[in-house]
Each structure stands twice: as C-alpha cells, then as structure tokens.
C-alpha cells in the first residue's frame, strides 16, 4: 500500500473511532445525567434510527391545520420545524425552541433555505417560566423528554403555554439514549392535568397527544 492512501486510510480509521468513542461516551453520559444531544452530534438526529419516527406521519398525527400556532419544543436542528411551520401555512405560526444556540442556528438556516418566514426561534430552558400562557394550539417534544432535567416543571410550562383544547404530541423511540416509556409519559402528564387523547405505535416507538381540558 502506498504511504499517501495508507495515511488518508488511517485518517478517516481514527476519526471514525474518535466519533464512536464521542457517541458512547454521550450515551453514558445521559444514563447519570439529563444531558441535552451536544449540536455537533446534530447529525444523529438524521440517521436512519432516527427517522424511524417519520416526519410526516408525526404531522399527520398533530391533526394540523392553517393558522394554528405550534410549539417546537426542543427543535433540534429544525428536522421537524420546517414541515410543520409549512403545514400551519399561510396564516399559522411555529415558535422553536431550544437551549443550544447552535442548534437553532442550524434550525435558521434550514428555515431559510426552504423559504419558510412563519417560523420564530427561541433560547430558553424548558420548564424555566418563558413561555406566554394560552398561546399555542400544539405542541411537539419528540425525544426531548428524557434530556429535561426538571421534566415536570417543563410538562406544565408547556400546560400553561397551550389553550384550553390544546394537544402536546410526545414521541419517543427505544434508540434514544434518553428515552422514556410510554408509562413514564402517562404518569407524568397525568400529574400536570392533561389526559389522553390517543396514542400511536409500539412500546418502541410511539407517539401519544394528549390535551388540555
């Protein structure tokens, strides 16, 4: 083997091992902390595992319509906040939020890139108190819940956040590290005040909305 390919051949060997050992290294992590995705891992969120939670089936299950106002909690890199700010079009809005700069960053950029102007984003904590009250007519927090470290506290900001008849869609799959059980969700909401409204999927993929009385 020549020196020059063998050298780009043991580039790439060493970069790859030093992401593996960055994801388990994350992956262990959460099992001590609530640790958010760092946004340089940004790109797990696109991987196959990931879209085991197909973006339109997850709108199709918000029941989506012109002019509501939806709540992207914990909008990542904006894999959701686009679609779901065209489907609220043209009289609708998406308000997306995150704790890392970077990661709406990323957000704004695929905004811009896809045209899409009905979309705001916000830097907050969830569960700190920021959101208006009676705002929001949905709500997404897909695979969120378990990187919170209050998650209670988060659950009834977003309570608050939604009107009367409003429905906060949770969606959670087993690959996550930080992933939380269909039960955990259910006791959880059940605490704050909402009740279900339906639930989709398996026990390793799912999806329940639950609603605001």
Known sequence: MDSEPASVAYLCLGLIALGVLAVIGWRLATHRFAVPCPSWLSWLLELPGARSLQVQTLIRRLDLRS?????????????????????????????????????????????????????S????????????????????????????????????????????????????????PHFQSRGAVRKLAGRIGFRERVSFGSPLAFTINLEKP
């Open 67 to 119: 002019g509501m106002r939806v709540l992207d909690a914990g909008c990542g890199p904006g894999r959701l906040t686009v679609p779901v700010a065209q489907a609220v079009r043209p009289a609708g809005h998406v308000t997306a939020v995150d704790l890392q700069f970077a990661m709406l960053h990323r957000a704004r950029a695929k905004a811009a890139a896809a045209h899409v102007a009905n979309v």
């Open 121 to 176: 984003f916000l830097q907050a904590r969830l569960g700190a108190g920021t959101l208006e009250h009676d705002r929001f007519d949905r709500a997404l927090l897909v695979t969120v819940l378990g990187e919170i470290p209050d998650r209670k506290a988060a659950m009834k900001e977003i309570f608050d956040a939604l009107r009367s008849g409003g429905v906060i869609s949770v969606s959670e799959v087993i690959y996550d």
